[in-house]
């Protein structure tokens, strides 16, 4: 082929598809984008077009480059949302008439966007919605996360675990804190950055990291440890208010409940900032910010100045080597002297890291401003506190009076005084002898503000810490409860989800936070709220760390985090220090924790909800089930492992309820269920849509039916089936049994239908299956007639059976929530208990023991259990008891507890004439018309032309076997009229020698008229049983 010569140069550039004005600009027809539209700019064209032409060109294509909107679930305002063509429309051919549906990716989203199609043109043209306040990291994370580390324990406890532990330990405590949280604060940014984070939180990382069983449980307890962290700094403020009036002769009752009041009043104004928008709530945090920097500026300030003699008499005498020496090592009092108990007080203290992450919804960029803010705020807060302990140890004896008088006389003798202060001219002997002393590091919680240059500046930084960790915890505890309230975990909570406003402010999850501190506050007592709350955040510490390490562990390729500075190893070290620390803090707090989490998960995954968001626990499934099934590769098969792994051609697994259940009896939580599907037509969205549809897994979940489900489009049913046998399964997990139900229909069917179907066991003998059918008086097949996918091949008759209603919508996990319609839930005989009936068993083939172990398998199952097996064999009159005890000695040596044989000598007899006769005319039907006169060939050709049809020659050959078939359908008749289930050994059909409709005719007249179901058995002719051990 030639293409034309012009001399003008060609562009291709004017051969771009050109997007239609409606995909572009947003002012298209409402409701979506215009098909029509969409076709004709991405069709092919045939030909050249000249350049700038609007024809459509070779160079034209459906392709689009790459754009965020094919990514991304939500919508900008003001232009319409870009989608990705499909890959039908992409490969399909363009004269094809069947369009699909016209973007690959759907959700309900788009669908629900869709009803804005029936608004007004008007409408669209409105005003953006007002835009939230957003912040970004150094006012949003940095500024908040520090105000709510620098809280009550800073100016009220440090100075007194300073004077505990000494300078040292306590250096001990805030670095190993520290260490705790920036390894807390690297996996959070690690977590933080491997998405888009919206509201929610650190339960909302931990929830999408590890899944909502984890995620849930560790969102109510962050939540609560929130909101009772509220009481503690409000408890903090109102213990130095409590003293300021004391001091100045103002004491409202008594110590403890002027607390009390002081607290609730102010909790109820920190409310009422709340409530009123985070706008307001954040100015706020950044005036107390700066009362707190110019606090700290005048505490250091403080430190250089000489001592007074009234700071002197309290244990302030500047800057000593003495001092600091004698310090710097412990001295533990009380029943909180120790370590683990200092640690316990201090700990809350750095447990703000997260005030940042908490706001998530309400930061500028998440991704980056929750790991920038974090990890500075760690270190600076870290800094101040290692000062602040140098310094107000190098300062402050532990012991002072406070008294003028207590000076040391110069002429007096200085071996009787005790304490440090005696060098420095001061005797505070006779309070540390009688453990009086009122001042001193040991003494006084309002040491800092002694020390500083101006002591007021002291107790505003005390208001703006302690009014500031308040604030930013009453902020954080409704925003995580909201999220998770909104994600229906829990029953019972979702009413506190609701928002209010441009910033969806959850006024109903601040009431809830406000009730729980007041009854908190009550408490009144800052050292016995402290250590409740320390194991709250540590657990939320130790499955953050735990779920970095998690994420990290399982490879998933969906666990790309844009911050690189954090180590799996590190996480999980973090995740058992965490564990470790809460133990020795308070072991019963510890395993209060850990049983709340526990009983928490396990209501989850009693009622697992009905969210998927791609946790790191499914990855982990993934890699444990692969690794697994790998593993398998390494084990040989042996007769004691023996599984029967059925794939069950069930078409619809809703279509055939009897043959699931039934099958679910002797696999389910042993061996592998494999639902098979078969669909008759050819490759198209709507065929492979329907034939992969989640309707038929979520069916299954429903039924509790531990199954998978493999569906397949064939040209016809018999190279359908084919494919599953072959194909499915996974390595060693592949199944190893066909079940399938009876062709009931097959008399008014053709030839070669019958032919098909009887070539579907072939197929399976051929590739060593074992073959179950099963047949039932009322039939299989429950599905409605509009349903044209059941393949009529597996069975024709409706059954009558009757139904239990559900409700008409169930929510299938996943990856947008999509509501699917449930089909009515059948209630099959399989699934009733049998009580005190038989399962006869007719052994009358040996097929390697699948006959014997299916019984056995059932006998296993509840309902099942109180059945008695009755094995029946062939025999001879002669020797009838002789070869029972011969049978019943084997079964005894593959313990399977059957004790009840019998041998059938009359099975061997001539069946009822009249039932001979039958069986001639059921087969009538199907005899090839062969030319008596003249060539024996002449039925040859037509033979091949009709598949399955039977000559008189096929007749006389297998009469033998067609006489036993009639005849044990009268035994089964005789014998098993009551029993609960039938197993018969199912005959063999020579391929070649036995045409099908004659092998299908011995199936039919063995079961017919029997009013248990009957299963027809035959393994694959090796052993499934065996009585060694080795």
Not at 358 to 377: E, Q, Y
Not at 484 to 500: A, E, H, M, N, V
Not at 527 to 548: G, R
């Amino acid at each position: 082929m030639e293409f034309p010569v012009t001399s003008d140069p060609v562009h291709l550039a004017a051969y771009r598809a050109r997007l239609p004005l409606s995909v572009t600009n947003g002012t298209a027809a409402p409701g979506g984008l215009d098909e029509s539209a969409f076709y004709q700019c991405y069709g092919d064209g045939g030909g050249v077009a000249s350049p700038g032409s609007d024809a459509l060109t070779g160079y034209e294509t459906l392709d689009a480059p790459p754009h965020c909107d094919f990514y991304t679930k939500t919508e900008v305002w003001g232009r319409r949302r870009r989608f990705r063509p499909s890959l039908y429309q992409l490969h399909a051919n363009p004269e094809d008439d069947s369009r699909p549906p016209l973007y690959e990716e759907t959700t309900g989203e788009k669908m629900e966007g869709g009803e804005s199609s029936e608004k007004d043109e008007d409408e669209e043209q409105k005003e953006p919605p007002p835009e939230p306040t957003r912040f970004g990291w150094v006012q949003g994370v940095m500024i908040r996360c520090m105000l709510n580390i620098w809280g009550v324990i800073l100016y009220l406890r440090l100075p007194w675990i300073t004077a505990q532990a000494g300078i040292g330990l306590t250096w001990v405590i805030v670095l190993l804190s520290s260490c705790i949280t920036g390894i807390t604060g690297l996996s959070t940014s690690a977590i933080a950055t491997n998405g888009k984070v919206k509201g929610g939180g650190t339960y909302f990382l931990i929830s999408r990291s590890l899944g909502p069983e984890l995620g849930g449980s560790i969102g109510l307890i962050f939540a609560f440890a929130n909101a009772v962290a509220v009481s503690m700094h409000t408890v903090g403020f109102a213990e130095t208010v409590a003293d300021l009036m004391r001091e100045n002769g103002a004491a409202m009752v008594d110590r403890t409940n002027d607390i009390r009041i002081i607290g609730i009043i102010t909790v109820t104004c920190l409310l009422g900032i709340s409530m009123a928008g985070m706008a307001w709530e954040s100015k706020a945090q950044v005036l107390f910010f700066m009362v707190i920097m110019v606090s700290f500026v005048n505490y250091i300030v403080g430190t250089v100045i000489p001592a007074s003699p009234q700071k002197q008499a309290k244990g302030f005498f500047s800057y000593k080597v003495d001092i600091f020496v004698a310090n710097f090592v412990p001295n533990w009092r009380g029943k909180e002297g120790s370590f683990f108990g200092m640690f316990s007080i201090f700990f809350p203290s750095a447990t703000g890291i997260l005030a940042g992450a908490n706001i998530s919804g309400d930061l500028k960029n998440p991704t980056v401003a929750i790991p920038r803010g974090t990890l500075m705020a760690i270190l600076w807060t870290t800094v101040s506190y290692l000062i602040i302990t140098a310094t107000i140890g190098s300062c402050v004896v532990r012991d002072a009076s406070g008294l003028l008088n207590d000076t040391l006389p110069p002429s007096s003798s200085r071996d009787d005084c005790v304490g440090l202060a005696c060098q420095y001219g001061w005797d505070f002997t006779e309070c540390i002898k009688n453990n009086t002393c009122t001042y001193g590091i040991s003494n006084y919680y309002q040491s800092m503000s002694m020390v500083s240059g101006f002591g007021p500046l002291i107790t505003a930084g005390i208001f703006g810490a302690t009014l500031s960790s308040a604030l930013a915890c009453l902020v954080s505890a409704p925003k995580v409860f909201q999220c998770l309230c909104r994600d229906k975990l829990y029953p019972f909570i979702g009413f506190f989800g609701k928002g209010y406003g441009k910033n969806d402010e959850p006024l109903r999850s601040y009431l809830l936070t406000y009730i729980i501190a007041v009854c908190f506050i009550i408490i009144a007592e800052l050292n016995t709220i402290a250590p409740i709350i320390s194991n709250f955040f540590l657990c939320s510490y130790c499955l953050i760390n735990f779920s970095c390490f998690h994420a990290s562990i399982t490879n998933s390729p969906g666990w790309r985090p844009s911050f690189r500075f954090y180590s799996k190893w590190l996480s999980l070290l973090g995740a058992l220090c965490c564990v470790v620390i809460m133990f020795l803090l308070n072991w019963w707090a510890a395993l209060i924790a850990f049983g709340i989490v526990f009983l928490l998960l396990g209501y989850t995954l009693y009622k697992p909800p009905a969210v998927n968001w791609g946790s790191s626990v499914q990855a982990s499934s993934y890699n444990i089930a692969l690794n697994q099934c790998v593993g398998l590769n390494h084990v040989e098969d042996h007769v004691k492992n023996y599984r029967p792994q059925c794939l069950v051609l069930t078409g619809p697994p809703s279509s055939r309820p009897a043959l699931v259940d039934l099958v679910t009896c002797f696999t389910k939580s042993l061996s592998l269920m494999m639902c098979g599907n078969v669909v008759t037509d050819g490759l198209s969205p709507s065929v492979v849509e329907q034939v992969s549809s989640n309707s038929h897994v979520v069916w299954l979940n429903q039924r509790r039916v531990k199954s998978f489900y493999r569906g397949v489009v064939a040209t016809e049913l018999r190279s359908g089936v084919n494919m599953l046998l072959q194909g499915a399964g996974l390595g060693r997990l592949k199944p190893n049994v066909l079940l399938m139900g009876f062709k009931t229909d097959w008399c008014t069917d053709t030839a070669q239908a019958a032919h098909d179907y009887i070539g579907i066991l072939h197929d399976a003998f051929d590739l060593q299956y074992g073959v179950c059918v099963l047949r039932m008086r009322e039939g299989l097949d429950v599905s409605h007639a509009a349903q044209s996918y059941v393949n009529p091949g597996f069975d024709g008759a409706p059954e009558r059976i009757s139904t239990i209603s559900t409700p008409s919508l169930i929510q299938t996990r996943s990856t947008s929530t999509v509501s699917v319609e449930a089909e009515a839930q059948p209630c099959t005989v399989f699934q009733k208990k049998q009580g005190k009936k038989t399962i006869d068993v007719y052994w009358l083939s040996d097929d390697g023991g699948l006959t014997l172990l299916l019984p056995y398998l059932l006998t296993r199952r509840k309902r099942w259990a109180r059945c008695k097996v009755r094995v029946f064999v062939g025999g001879d009159t002669d020797k009838r008891e002789e070869q029972r005890e011969e049978v019943l000695a084997l079964i005894k040596r593959f313990r399977l507890g059957f004790h009840d044989v019998v041998v059938l000598p009359d099975i061997y007899r001539d069946p009822h004439p009249g039932n001979v006769e039958q069986f001639e005319n059921m087969v009538g039907h199907f005899r090839l018309d062969t030319n008596p006169k003249g060539n024996s060939d002449s039925g040859l050709p037509r033979q091949q032309e009709e598949p399955g049809m039977i000559t008189d020659q096929d007749l006389e050959r297998n009469r033998a076997k067609s006489l036993r078939q009639i005849r044990l359908n009268e035994v089964l008749q005789e014998y098993s009229g009551e029993a609960a289930l039938i197993v018969v050994t199912m005959p063999v059909g020579r391929t070649g020698a036995c045409p099908s409709t004659l092998y299908l005719a011995w199936l039919d007249f063995m079961s017919r008229d029997l009013r248990p179901p009957v299963l027809l058995v035959r393994g694959n002719q090796e052993n499934v049983l065996t009585f060694y051990c080795q």
